[in-house]
């Protein structure tokens, strides 16, 4: 059996993605919590959206995840990262775990945010408090464009989630199931976002 010190090293690795991600997670919903980051839009607003946008970094593990889930699920739903290289396929590592849980991101191709195109009613989900900060304090999002946590929609509530580029298939896994969780959760208050059949 592992002394405790190294279980709660492992456990930091297979849940967070390390110890500075476990870090980041609890300092983030602590900060959260008290109000210091950016605030999403109220609830009565989310029947206003008609597409959720994923927004990560390279657009090429968590954010083509969400939005491939999302698709299944029926709702309209795109895809960038700020710092992308557009074109780009999607991590092997996503693309294979996605895969396992019923998603293909084999046609998936990374944006950069420069080649973007918001609509009015977009609720920019993003994964991490400072790519939220990013957006919402350099003038990025247009007029009827709002941007939220993604995150902040599981349960408990998970602000940061941690990139899981280059780790573990577990953290890829509970990755995946906090971005499961939190779209089971928000789906309900975006009717507008559903595809026609």
């Not at 605030?39 to 593990?61: H, Y």
């Not at 003038?139 to 940061?160: M, N, Q």
């Not at 577990?170 to 971005?179: E, N, P, Q």
Request: hydrophobic fraction near 40%; charged fraction near 20%.
């Amino acid at each position: 059996m592992k002394p405790n010190n190294e279980y709660t090293l492992y456990q930091m690795l297979e849940k967070y993605g390390g110890k500075r991600a476990w870090l980041r997670a609890h300092a983030s919903r602590l900060m959260d919590s008290l109000g210091f980051l950016p605030p999403g839009p109220p609830k009565f607003k989310f029947a206003e959206f008609r597409r959720l946008v994923f927004v990560c970094q390279g657009n090429i593990c968590r954010s083509p995840y969400g939005e491939a889930r999302a698709c299944q699920l029926g709702i309209l739903s795109a895809s960038f990262g700020l710092n992308a290289d557009t074109g780009r396929e999607a991590n092997l590592s996503a693309t294979r775990i996605a895969k396992q849980r019923g998603l293909t991101l084999d046609s998936h191709r990374a944006k950069h945010l420069s080649k973007f195109s918001f609509e009015t009613g977009d609720l920019v989900l993003t994964f991490e408090p400072q790519q939220l900060a990013q957006l919402t304090s350099s003038g990025v999002l247009p007029d009827g464009v709002v941007a939220d946590l993604l995150g902040r929609w599981c349960s408990p509530t998970f602000p940061y989630l941690h990139d899981p580029y280059g780790l573990s298939d577990t953290y890829f896994t509970a990755c995946f199931d906090r971005i499961d969780q939190a779209l089971t959760h928000l789906i309900p208050f975006i009717p507008s976002a559903f595809l026609p059949r």
